[in-house]
C-alpha cells in the first residue's frame, strides 16, 4: 500500500482538530502531528467522560438545564446513561441558535432531478420549521411520538425532521422506494401517528407515483391519523378528507406554538430502521445529546467544516442514516449542505461533477459502489470541469478496492485530498473507524478510531490481535450508541454484547496492520470458510477489480463435498471488455495470485450488474439465494435495482 495523503503543515495547523488539541493543552508538532494526534485518540479512549464533556463545550451545545455527571454505568455498558440531568433539543442547536447567530447566512441548497435550485439561509429555514412545528402541534402531535417520513431526498426532508425533533417527536425516516408493505411494517411496529410524503419523485427522468404508494402502505392502518404531503407534481393524487394535507396550503395558516420543546438528553429524537435485508428490520433508537455529541464530533473535526463558504454535500438519501447525519452535524456546526434527488449519472454521466463545480462544493461523500459505476463512463468526462473548490472527500458504506480509491484519488482530487473512509452503522448513527485529516491516510485504510471510540479487534477467544482479521468490538459505550432496540431489549442485547460480554460486537471484520492504520474486509456474517480457512468476501472482490477488465465483483461461498464452501464470483466488467474463458481464467490467477491456491474461485460468472442496497451495499445474501434457485428470497423492496438479481439467473 502506498501513502495516499500526506498534509502540509499548513493544513495541519488550519484543521479543527489541532486548534481542539491545543486549547486542550496538547503539544502538536506541525511537521510530525500523527504521534500527538494518535495519543489524543488514546486519551480520548481512556477517560471517556472527559473526553465528551470537553466535546460539548466545543461544540457549543446548549443546554437549558445543565447536567449533572457525564455518563452513569451503573446498570452495565449496554445501559450507559449520558449527561444525566440535562435538557436540550437538536432543534434549539442546529435551529434556532444558527438562525439567531448567523440569519443571513446560506444553510441549504436543494436541486431537484430537472436541475431547478433552491437556497435557504438559516433564517428562512427557521421560519420552515417552526411553521411545520406548529402545524403538527395542531395535529395533536405530543413529545415522545412518532412520526414517518417517506419522500425523495428534496429539500424539505431537513425540514420535516427538524420540526418533528422541535416538538419532542421522534423521526422516523424511511426509503422512498421501499415496497408498500415495507413501508407499512415500520409505520405499524413505530406506532406513528403522522406521515410525511409527496405526491410524486422523480428519477432517471421519470416521475413515480409516491402517494398511491403511501395510501396502499396505510390502509386500514390505525396509528397514523395525518398525512402532509408535499406537492411536486400538477395535484391530482388522490387525498383521504381529514387526514391528508398539502404541505403549502398548510402552511398559510398562523400557529400559536412554534416553540421548542426541551429534552432530556436520552430522550429519543430518531429512530432508523435497519435495512431489512437479512430479516425483520430492527428499530434504532438515537437520543438529541447523542445525536449532537457524534455526528458533531464527526463533521467538525473529521470533516473539518466551518470554514468560510464549506458546502458539504454526502450523496444520500434520507432514508439512510448519512441524511440525518448530514443535516445535524452540519447545522450543529453552521456549515451548508446540498441534496439532490436523483442518480448521479443522470441525465448525463457528468451530472454529479458538474453539481460539485455550480455549487463550488467543499466536501463530497460518496460510496465506493457510486465510484465504481460513474468510472465506468470514464476520466474523459471530468475534461473541463473545475473541481478546485474541493478539499475534502469522504466515503462509507463497504469496503474499497485499490483501483476504485486510486481513480477516486487521484481524478477527483486531484491526488492532493485527503479520503476520510469512515465506518459504523445505523446502530451508532456514526463512526468507529474515521479518519482525521491530519496524520497520513495510506491508500484504502480508514486510519484510526474515531475519537472517544475505544475500538480494537478480537479474536474468537475475545482476546486483541494486530495483523490478521477478527472481530471489530468497542470496548466502551458512547453516546449515540442505539438505546436498545425498538420494542426489543433481548434482541439488542443478543444483537450487539452476548458475543463478548459487556463489550459491543458491531459485526465487522477489521485488521490493524503494524503501522497502526485500521481496514474492514466486510461483514462478519458474510464470511466464508473454505477448507477451514477463513476468508472474506471483500478480500476476493478486491483482488479481482485489481483486473484492468473488472469493473465491480460479488463472491458467495455455495455447499461443496470436499471443501465444505466453494467460491462463486459474479463479475461486473469494463465497457468493450469481451467475455471469454481465458479472461474466466485470468481471474482466477488473480485471486489466486493474491489470496492462495485456497481461495482459488470455482466458478467465474460475468453479469451486466450486482444487487445493492439503496446505501449501495452489495447484497450478497439474494445473489447467493438466486444462484442456488432459491426464488422465495422475501421481500426486496429495500433494493435499488431488483433487475440485476435476474440477471444473476441470466448469468454467463
Given amino acids: 500500500m502506498v501513502k495516499a495523503w500526506i498534509p502540509t503543515t499548513e493544513i495541519v495547523d488550519a484543521s479543527n482538530i489541532v486548534r481542539w488539541m491545543r486549547d486542550l493543552g496538547h503539544v502538536v508538532d506541525a511537521e510530525n502531528p500523527a504521534v500527538a494526534v494518535n495519543k489524543f485518540i488514546r486519551w480520548s479512549q481512556e477517560s471517556s467522560a472527559d473526553f465528551w464533556d470537553a466535546l460539548m463545550l466545543d461544540l457549543g451545545v446548549v443546554w437549558t438545564q445543565g447536567y449533572e455527571q457525564t455518563v452513569d454505568l451503573s446498570k452495565g455498558p449496554e445501559w450507559a446513561d449520558w449527561f444525566v440531568g440535562g435538557r436540550t433539543s437538536i432543534a434549539l442547536n442546529c435551529v434556532d441558535l444558527p438562525a439567531s447567530e448567523n440569519p443571513d447566512d446560506l444553510a441549504l441548497v436543494g436541486e431537484s432531478e430537472d436541475g431547478t435550485v433552491r437556497r435557504w439561509t438559516f433564517s428562512e429555514a427557521a421560519d420552515h420549521v417552526d411553521q411545520l412545528a406548529g402545524l403538527l402541534r395542531s395535529r395533536g402531535i405530543r413529545p415522545g411520538d412518532r412520526i414517518g417520513c417517506l419522500m425523495p431526498m428534496v429539500a424539505e426532508v431537513a425540514f420535516a425532521m427538524l420540526a418533528t425533533m422541535k416538538v419532542g417527536a421522534v423521526f422516523v425516516p424511511i426509503f422512498s422506494g421501499y415496497a408498500a408493505p415495507s413501508v407499512r411494517e ?15 419523485g422523480f428519477r432517471r427522468g421519470k416521475s413515480f407515483d409516491l402517494k398511491s404508494h403511501a395510501d396502499a402502505a396505510l390502509e386500514n392502518l390505525e396509528c397514523v391519523d395525518s398525512v402532509i404531503v408535499l406537492k411536486r407534481g400538477d395535484g391530482s393524487c388522490s387525498m383521504t378528507p381529514d387526514r391528508d394535507l398539502w404541505w403549502d396550503d398548510s402552511l398559510q395558516q398562523e400557529f400559536a406554538d412554534t416553540s ?28 438529541h445529546a447523542g445525536c449532537m455529541a457524534q455526528m458533531g464530533k464527526e463533521l467538525r473535526f473529521n470533516f473539518d467544516v466551518g470554514k468560510p463558504d464549506d458546502l458539504f454535500w454526502w450523496f444520500t438519501d434520507i432514508g439512510w442514516m448519512m441524511g440525518p447525519w448530514e443535516i445535524i452535524g452540519c447545522w450543529l456546526n453552521r456549515t451548508a449542505f446540498l441534496v439532490c434527488e436523483g442518480a448521479p449519472d443522470y441525465p448525463a454521466p457528468d451530472r454529479l461533477w458538474k453539481m460539485v463545480e455550480q455549487h463550488r462544493v467543499t466536501h463530497l461523500g460518496i460510496s465506493p459502489t457510486a465510484i465504481r459505476l460513474l468510472m465506468r463512463s470514464g476520466a474523459d468526462v471530468l475534461e473541463g470541469i473545475d473541481l478546485s473548490s474541493l478539499r475534502i472527500l469522504g466515503s462509507t458504506g463497504e469496503p474499497w478496492d485499490p483501483d476504485s480509491y486510486r481513480w477516486f484519488y487521484e481524478n477527483i482530487g486531484n491526488s492532493q485530498l485527503p479520503v476520510i473512509n469512515i465506518s459504523g452503522g445505523t446502530d451508532i448513527v456514526g463512526c468507529f473507524l474515521a479518519p482525521l485529516p491530519v496524520p497520513p491516510i495510506k491508500e484504502t485504510s480508514l486510519q484510526s478510531p474515531g475519537l472517544g471510540m475505544d475500538i480494537d479487534v478480537f479474536n474468537d477467544e475475545g482476546e486483541p490481535i494486530r495483523e490478521e482479521v477478527g472481530y471489530l468490538v468497542c470496548k466502551n459505550p458512547a453516546p449515540s450508541m442505539t438505546r436498545s432496540l425498538w420494542k426489543a431489549d433481548t434482541k439488542y442485547i443478543e444483537t450487539y454484547w452476548s458475543r463478548f460480554p459487556g463489550i459491543w460486537n458491531h459485526g465487522d471484520w477489521a485488521r490493524v ?74 481471474l482466477k490467477d488473480q485471486v489466486t495470485s493474491a489470496l492462495g491456491k485456497v481461495d482459488r474461485p470455482k466458478s467465474i460468472f460475468f453479469v451486466d450488474d450486482l444487487p445493492r442496497t439503496r446505501s449501495a451495499k452489495i447484497v450478497r445474501r439474494l445473489i447467493r439465494a438466486r444462484h442456488l434457485g432459491d426464488m422465495n428470497m422475501g421481500d426486496l423492496s429495500s433494493i435499488a435495482n431488483p433487475d440485476a438479481l435476474d440477471g444473476i439467473s441470466r448469468s454467463r
Fill in 260 to 287: 421548542t420543546e426541551m429534552m432530556r438528553a436520552m430522550d429519543p429524537a430518531l429512530m432508523i430502521y435497519t435495512s431489512g435485508t437479512t430479516g425483520k428490520p430492527k428499530g434504532t433508537i438515537h437520543t
Fill in 186 to 200: 415500520r409505520l405499524e411496529d413505530a406506532s406513528a401517528k403522522l406521515l410525511f410524503t409527496a405526491d410524486v
Fill in 513 to 586: 496492520e503494524a503501522d497502526g492504520q485500521w481496514y474492514l474486509s466486510g461483514r462478519a456474517d458474510d464470511t466464508l470458510n473454505i477448507a477451514g480457512r477463513r476468508v472474506g468476501p471483500g478480500e476476493v472482490e478486491s483482488a479481482l477489480m485489481e483486473h484492468a477488465s473488472v469493473s465491480e465483483a460479488a463472491a458467495i461461498g455455495v455447499p461443496d463435498d470436499l471443501k465444505g464452501t466453494e467460491l462463486i464470483c459474479f463479475v461486473v466488467l469494463h465497457e468493450a471488455t469481451i467475455e471469454s474463458d481465458e479472461l474466466r481464467e485470468e
